[in-house]
């Protein structure tokens, strides 16, 4: 079974909207996760870590945890086709690797 | 910064035969992963490291050996390449087990 979901499988928005990826685990052990972000022909790298209930913000990017749903999500504002990548979300139980979601593609239409 | 590296960038092996991929990083992680990448199914750990001449299996290990010889270099062997090997090999490298990874542009396998 996979621990982490992500959803949805691709996406496309216009350019300067707003992209929705949204990650689940199945693991209650997870309580720290992660988004990388991969440009073809590239490895991932990472975007922002979460690891607290609540939202993070760094720049047009806005990381949303909920610890009791195991649900964590990220928003991206005024999107690029710069942003146009494959998305991942990495989750961890603090002393164990990391488990990555199968990924989000993402197209910003100019 | 640092750097991880990875050889050869792309590699054509024929069915049964046993290939090698290359990693070097210069980050000075204790903590090396070789991943594989096919698509559509993200990103599955074959091994890691946690320190020179440690090997930890992943969840993908079977068909796959590796060496970590010395701390700034991780090799993965494919014992006997299938064609549904075709896929993305990741190499990438950390501080530790949770802390933010750092991969290398990947290797091509393509097996014929």
């Known amino acids: 079974q996979q621990k982490v979901q992500q959803s949805p499988e691709s996406l496309s928005v216009p350019e300067g909207g707003m992209a929705s990826l949204n990650c689940t685990s199945s693991?209650?052990?997870?309580?720290y996760f992660w988004w990388y972000r991969q440009h073809s022909g590239e490895g991932p790298k990472a975007l922002m870590?979460?690891?607290?209930?609540g939202d993070k913000k760094e720049g047009r990017f806005t990381a949303h945890l909920n610890k009791a749903s195991l649900h964590v999500s990220l928003h991206i504002r005024d999107s690029q086709p710069s942003d146009s990548a494959l998305y991942f979300c990495a989750a961890h139980t603090g002393y164990q690797n990391f488990y990555f979601g199968k990924g989000t593609s993402l197209t910003v239409i100019p | 910064g640092g750097i991880i590296t990875q050889t050869p960038k792309f590699l054509i092996g024929q069915e049964g035969q046993k290939l090698t991929l290359k990693c070097q990083q210069n980050f000075n992680h204790d903590t090396m992963y070789w991943y594989r990448q096919d698509s559509g199914k993200g990103l599955r750990l074959i091994y890691y490291?946690?320190?020179?001449?440690?090997?930890q299996k992943g969840d993908l290990s079977e068909g796959y050996d590796a060496s970590r010889e010395k701390k700034s270099s991780f090799s993965l062997t494919v014992t006997s390449a299938q064609k549904n090997e075709m896929a993305v090999f990741l190499c990438a490298s950390s501080m530790w087990t949770n802390t933010e990874v750092f991969f290398g542009k990947g290797t091509r396998l393509t097996v014929v």
């Open positions: 490291s946690i320190t020179e001449n440690d090997l």
């Open positions: 870590s979460i690891f607290s209930d």
């Open positions: 693991d209650r052990n997870f309580q």
